[in-house]
């Protein structure tokens, strides 16, 4: 007679709890072990590994560390940075100089944060506005000293803002996207910096009877104000609105570099009327001539602040530093001397037909020209290029086979170009 015994009960082999205790049980030759324990040894496993020096630590919430964001802290000086700048924007030598100490500025912060220092002195952020015409390059300068950074960095848009309550976006979500960044690490975004473009663009409205209420406005302005200064945020990691069910993640934003950039079209009036320059009357051709092109060096907090931004957002950007207006010169230097001109992406288009663009200065000097009359900035140049080489691209192309057995050249002069300006569509409007 057979006896039948009990089924054999699997147990952890290192805490002693059976499959019925736990969730997972996974079970080897000689042994099995929990989800719990296994937590356990992976916590100790990086405590090893951390002391020597292999493997980064992890977040509070068990997540690795962002591993592009993990390095030490290397301190760039500003000069070297300002060189670095010098390679893509053209001119704005003071704007750049203020970009370049403000990151240096933000390097040596996150340092000081790093080690243990005798005396009770903590250096304060400096945050940043940029002022200035569009197309004077506050974007491209955001842009470009992203590439250089070893710390987070994102670029948000502040027209897509509104009030909590409003169709749009909260302003926590600046804060998700500089989480996206660097792999939902919050200890490597609280060290990271966020270029707020249009800032111009949620100025106050002006006083008017209208019921209707300034959602974009004035409203995201007082939402912005803890979050510049200083302050743990909740930040929704995917988005408030369209996530409501998530968990909220906190931030501190106290070692976080804000850097504001906005047009504010119009403030050189402001600023007239305070250093009591007369932009109308008799006096019209001679104060254009002397100062209207550079009413900007004169801008303070006050233009700011009667521009729309109240004193509050006003007052936590102490940094504000005007982008001069481009001239023909800097038009030309800009379409060829950067990394990324624009000559050489028009270049690089047509030699991939096999084609060699060769621009004659002369055609240079006609685009800058033009582009300082639509005033447009350095966009407009892009503008123009498409206007002078849209037929060209559509018909060179055609039967061009790639190779130097095919290469060909198209010169393009003045004649050429003011020709096709004539033809297109910015040539009408202008004759218009």
């Given at each position: 007679?057979?006896?039948?015994?009990?089924?054999t009960q699997?147990?952890?082999?290192?805490c002693?709890?059976?499959?019925?205790?736990?969730?997972i049980l996974?079970s080897g030759?000689?042994?099995?072990?929990?989800?719990?324990?296994t937590?356990?040894?992976?916590?100790?496993?990086?405590?090893?590994?951390?002391?020597?020096g292999v493997?980064?630590?992890?977040?509070e919430?068990?997540s690795?560390?962002?591993?592009?964001?993990?390095?030490?802290?290397h301190?760039?000086?500003?000069r070297?940075l300002?060189?670095?700048?010098?390679?893509?924007?053209?001119?704005?030598d003071?704007?750049?100089?203020v970009?370049?100490?403000?990151?240096?500025?933000?390097y040596?912060?996150?340092?000081?944060?790093?080690?243990?220092t005798s005396?009770d002195?903590?250096?304060?952020?400096s945050?940043?506005?940029?002022v200035?015409?569009?197309?004077?390059g506050?974007?491209?300068?955001a842009?470009?000293?992203?590439?250089?950074?070893?710390?987070?960095?994102?670029i948000v848009?502040?027209t897509?803002?509104?009030?909590?309550?409003?169709?749009?976006?909260?302003?926590e979500?600046?804060?998700?996207?500089?989480?996206?960044?660097?792999?939902?690490?919050?200890?490597?975004?609280?060290?990271g910096?966020?270029?707020i473009?249009e800032?111009d663009?949620i100025?106050?409205k002006?006083?008017?009877?209208?019921?209707?209420?300034d959602?974009s406005?004035?409203?995201?302005?007082?939402?912005?104000?803890?979050m510049?200064e200083?302050?743990?945020?909740?930040?929704?990691?995917?988005?408030?609105?369209?996530?409501?069910e998530?968990k909220?993640?906190?931030?501190?934003?106290q070692?976080?570099?804000?850097?504001?950039?906005?047009?504010?079209?119009?403030?050189e009036?402001?600023?007239?009327?305070?250093?009591?320059?007369?932009?109308?009357?008799?006096?019209?051709?001679?104060?254009?001539?002397?100062?209207?092109?550079n009413?900007?060096?004169?801008i303070?907090?006050?233009?700011?602040?009667?521009?729309?931004?109240?004193?509050?957002?006003?007052?936590?950007?102490?940094?504000?530093?005007?982008?001069?207006?481009?001239?023909?010169?800097?038009?030309?230097r800009i379409?060829?001397?950067?990394?990324?001109?624009?000559?050489?992406?028009y270049?690089?288009?047509?030699?991939?037909?096999?084609?060699e663009?060769?621009m004659?200065?002369d055609?240079?000097?006609?685009?800058?020209?033009k582009?300082?009359d639509y005033?447009?900035?350095?966009?407009?140049?892009?503008?123009l290029?498409?206007?002078?080489?849209t037929?060209?691209?559509?018909?060179l192309?055609t039967?061009v086979?790639?190779?130097?057995?095919s290469?060909?050249?198209?010169?393009?002069?003045?004649?050429?170009?003011?020709?096709?300006?004539?033809?297109?569509?910015?040539?009408?409007?202008?004759a218009?």
């Amino acid at each position: 007679m057979i006896k039948r015994g009990k089924p054999t009960q699997h147990r952890c082999s290192f805490c002693g709890r059976s499959e019925q205790e736990v969730m997972i049980l996974v079970s080897g030759m000689d042994g099995q072990i929990c989800e719990l324990c296994t937590e356990k040894a992976q916590e100790i496993i990086d405590q090893e590994l951390r002391k020597a020096g292999v493997q980064p630590e992890r977040n509070e919430e068990g997540s690795p560390k962002s591993q592009k964001y993990s390095g030490p802290i290397h301190l760039i000086p500003p000069r070297e940075l300002k060189t670095f700048l010098d390679q893509y924007v053209i001119g704005q030598d003071s704007a750049k100089k203020v970009l370049s100490v403000a990151v240096y500025n933000h390097y040596k912060r996150l340092q000081q944060g790093a080690r243990v220092t005798s005396d009770d002195v903590e250096i304060e952020k400096s945050n940043v506005l940029f002022v200035g015409q569009t197309g004077t390059g506050k974007t491209l300068m955001a842009k470009s000293i992203a590439k250089l950074l070893n710390v987070p960095f994102t670029i948000v848009d502040a027209t897509v803002f509104t009030e909590a309550g409003y169709v749009g976006e909260d302003v926590e979500s600046i804060l998700s996207r500089l989480l996206q960044v660097c792999d939902y690490d919050v200890e490597a975004a609280e060290r990271g910096i966020v270029y707020i473009d249009e800032i111009d663009k949620i100025a106050r409205k002006q006083d008017n009877p209208s019921i209707t209420r300034d959602v974009s406005g004035e409203g995201v302005q007082q939402g912005m104000l803890k979050m510049l200064e200083g302050a743990e945020v909740q930040v929704p990691p995917q988005g408030g609105r369209k996530h409501p069910e998530q968990k909220l993640v906190k931030v501190n934003t106290q070692n976080i570099l804000f850097i504001c950039g906005g047009a504010f079209d119009g403030i050189e009036k402001i600023i007239a009327r305070r250093v009591n320059t007369q932009v109308i009357g008799y006096n019209k051709k001679e104060i254009e001539r002397v100062d209207k092109e550079n009413l900007l060096q004169y801008i303070t907090h006050q233009d700011v602040k009667n521009f729309g931004l109240i004193p509050e957002l006003v007052g936590r950007l102490p940094v504000v530093v005007h982008l001069e207006p481009l001239d023909t010169e800097a038009l030309r230097r800009i379409l060829t001397e950067p990394r990324n001109a624009l000559l050489r992406q028009y270049e690089k288009l047509f030699a991939y037909e096999g084609i060699e663009l060769v621009m004659e200065p002369d055609a240079v000097e006609l685009i800058a020209e033009k582009a300082l009359d639509y005033k447009l900035g350095a966009r407009g140049l892009r503008s123009l290029c498409e206007a002078i080489l849209t037929d060209a691209m559509f018909e060179l192309p055609t039967g061009v086979k790639g190779g130097k057995e095919s290469k060909r050249k198209f010169v393009v002069d003045r004649a050429y170009a003011q020709e096709k300006l004539n033809r297109s569509q910015l040539g009408r409007l202008k004759a218009a």
